[in-house]
């Protein structure tokens, strides 16, 4: 599984999860080759605010994978 991390990589146990960074930038320009290159999108806690701008709403609904926003609210 291939996880697009933006912020800080997460540790886990599991041996077969690939973590890549991505920035909010990446995700905005490429939304079609993150969707079939990843498996799933996490944004983390430190980039939750500014992953929440007006701008990125249409990148998350167009984005063919789950997105998570880890420890949002």
Not at 17 to 45: G, Q, R
Not at 51 to 70: C, D, M, S, T, W
Request: hydrophobic residues 40%; proline residues 3%; glycine residues 6%.
């Amino acid at each position: 599984m291939n996880i697009g991390v933006i912020g800080k990589t997460p540790e886990v146990k599991e041996q077969n999860v690939n973590f890549m960074n991505v920035s909010l930038d990446e995700l905005e320009l490429n939304v079609n080759k993150i969707s079939t290159e990843l498996d799933a999108v996490f944004i983390m806690k430190e980039y939750l605010e500014q992953a929440g701008g007006n701008q990125y709403a249409r990148v998350y609904g167009e984005l063919k994978i789950p997105i998570f926003f880890i420890q949002s609210k």
